[in-house]
């Protein structure tokens, strides 16, 4: 075993308490993270000491740990026992108290409760909690959960998302009132049609599409984040093909990662960028793939991104002419980057198809100013430290949404949730 690996499967058995334990297999993987970091994580199997032959192996025998660690950092991002089952030789929490386990995940993470991170939730044996900024929620939210088994032993721990240090947040004092941003959440109301199963049928509601203004009201961040995502927004259109029908190609979404390629912290291919070229060529064999899937549907698809993703590119396609609903028709499309052919995509179409018979209501009595005015007491401006992929730092905005949606047809006040 390398020599450092090795000092990482010493470490985590001393961290654990896995004296019980022995390393059954291990092996590295990378991501990029919601901030487009690359990430290189150590996964281990640990099984118990007295389990020597595995009856089935599609599954892990119960009381096994699997632990993935942050190579760079050395940060343990999930521990989970299976099974509820733990054999650990160690006391993981001082006390089932909370000030304990907040403690634990201190000592467990090197953040500092109230600053980074805050209780959300807390049901019998399960805690949740989000990442912060002294207290302020923050965008792209970080989670950490803890979860007990029956005898008060911690069997699952997971630390995943962003928790924003003082040097990556330009910190300021929230003053947004809602006065201060009323034209941009009129102009955040849209008209959506909710699909109701029940009754076979679509309701037009007006409801508000979250967005955030920043504090100095200079510019409004999507509530959504691209990352390296590229905008395209183009017509497809496209002659009749005579070549042969589509045929779906494997793909390999695991990459094999040596230890090398882990402790250099070698940047992910998925961060390389798409050049105006490759877009041109991937806009190219898109449509070629189109003539063959949908051969009379030219005209009909817009391509709205690329990006890549697992060592391929993945376009996304909507159909242009739809329903203004939450449920929309689209491919995600599946590129190799050096040969630029289609090699498999996904259609919702059969899920589409369940809702795209419900009659669409024609006649509305309640047009957006009023729908505006109806849903204006219900609308919650708060503040969140969110990150600017430009400026590469976390900046205080406000939050503008609604958990109610007015109902185009009488005016009702609905909750979203319930729809």
């Known amino acids: 075993m390398d020599q450092r690996v090795q000092e990482l499967v010493d470490f985590t058995r001393d961290k654990w308490g896995l004296d019980n334990y022995y390393l059954h297999t291990y092996n590295f993987y990378r991501k990029l993270n919601v901030l487009n970091e690359t990430i290189y994580t150590l996964t ?43 054999f650990v030789n160690k006391m993981l929490l001082e006390s089932l108290e909370i000030n304990d386990i907040i403690k634990f995940i201190e000592n467990a993470t090197g953040l500092i409760y109230g600053n980074q991170f805050n209780l959300q939730s807390e049901e019998e044996n399960e805690y949740l909690f989000r990442s912060s ?27 995943n998302g962003p928790f924003p240090s003082a040097d990556k947040v330009t910190e300021d004092t929230f003053s947004l009132k809602l006065e ?13 049609n909710f699909p109701l199963r029940k009754q076979k049928k679509l309701i037009p509601v007006y409801c508000l599409e979250e967005i955030y203004i920043t504090n100095d009201l200079s510019k409004t961040l999507p509530f959504i984040y691209q990352g390296l995502v590229y905008s395209i927004d183009e017509r497809l259109r496209w002659q009749p093909s005579n070549k042969k029908s589509f045929k779906r190609r494997h793909m ?16 992910h291919p998925d961060l390389i960028p798409i050049t105006d070229s490759e877009k041109e060529r991937c806009i190219g064999c898109i449509k070629d793939f189109l003539s063959q899937v949908y051969p009379s549907d030219s005209g009909k698809w817009l391509l709205k991104t690329l990006h890549r993703d697992n060592g391929y590119i993945q376009a996304k396609i909507s159909l242009i002419d739809q329903v203004s609903s939450i449920i929309q028709r689209k491919l995600m499309v599946f590129i190799d980057p050096i040969s630029f052919k289609v090699l498999n995509y996904m259609d919702n179409k059969d899920f589409f198809e369940i809702y795209e018979e419900f009659p669409e209501t024609k006649n509305l009595n309640i047009d957006s100013e009023s729908a505006f005015q109806r849903i204006k007491s219900t609308i919650d401006i708060k503040p969140v ?11 205080l905005c406000g939050r503008i949404d609604s958990d109610y949606g007015i109902n185009a047809i009488n005016g009702e006040v609905l909750e979203l949730n319930d729809l």
């Open 44 to 86: 281990m199997e640990w099984y118990p000491s007295h389990i020597t032959e595995q009856e089935d192996e599609d599954c892990n025998p119960d009381g096994t740990a699997v632990i993935d660690l942050n190579v760079q950092n050395h940060q343990f991002e999930s521990v989970i026992f299976v099974g509820g089952e733990t």
């Open 133 to 159: 900024f002294n207290g302020v929620t923050v965008s792209p939210s970080g989670i950490i959960e803890i979860k007990l088994n029956s005898e008060d032993k911690l069997t699952y721990f997971s630390i």
């Open 180 to 192: 201060d941003v009323e034209q941009i959440s009129k102009e955040q109301l849209k008209l959506i």
């Open 252 to 267: 390999n979404l695991i990459e094999n990662i040596t230890a090398n390629q882990a402790f250099s912290l070698e940047p």
């Open 385 to 395: 430290y969110v990150y600017d992929f430009k400026q590469k730092n976390y900046i």
